[in-house]
């Protein structure tokens, strides 16, 4: 089965920079397609960037130009790289995973069609 887990989250001041990670430590990483998504106090969540096994990338439009999205299928690793951090971008952050795509990643991220997810971590950003 699929066995997620985020770590780097932090807290930090608007301008900075944090680097999240995600494992994988069951199904063939390879496989799956994966999604970054966070919810913000008293927000609904939301998905802000996802990559299909073919490498294709979608962004949410709040994000794209700060925040980069990338993967190390030899380590079972999803990465997500946020730069110019933003008090918004305040939330807890989670790794998302389905098996197969079918289309491009932002049809499931707009239809919340993950199958797994992790236990999140936080990051605060502080102006």
């Known amino acids: 089965d699929v066995e997620l887990a985020e770590s780097g989250g932090g807290s930090v001041q608007a301008g900075g920079t944090l680097r999240l990670s995600c494992v994988d430590s069951?199904?063939?990483?390879?496989?799956?397609?994966m999604a970054w998504f966070r919810q913000a106090p008293g927000k609904e969540r939301e998905g802000i960037a996802a990559?299909?096994?073919?490498?294709?990338?979608d962004y949410k439009d709040s994000v794209k130009g700060r925040f980069t999205i990338s993967q190390d299928v030899a380590k079972n690793t999803l990465y997500l790289q946020m730069n110019s951090l933003i008090p918004e971008d305040t939330g807890m952050y989670y790794c998302?995973?389905?098996?197969?795509?079918?289309?491009?990643?932002?049809?499931?991220?707009?239809?919340?069609?993950?199958?797994?997810w992790g236990q999140g971590t936080q990051v605060t950003v502080s102006s």
């Open positions: 069951g199904y063939t990483f390879s496989s799956l397609c």
């Open positions: 990559i299909d096994s073919d490498g294709t990338i």
């Open positions: 998302a995973a389905r098996v197969g795509c079918t289309f491009r990643p932002s049809y499931y991220v707009l239809r919340d069609q993950y199958n797994y």
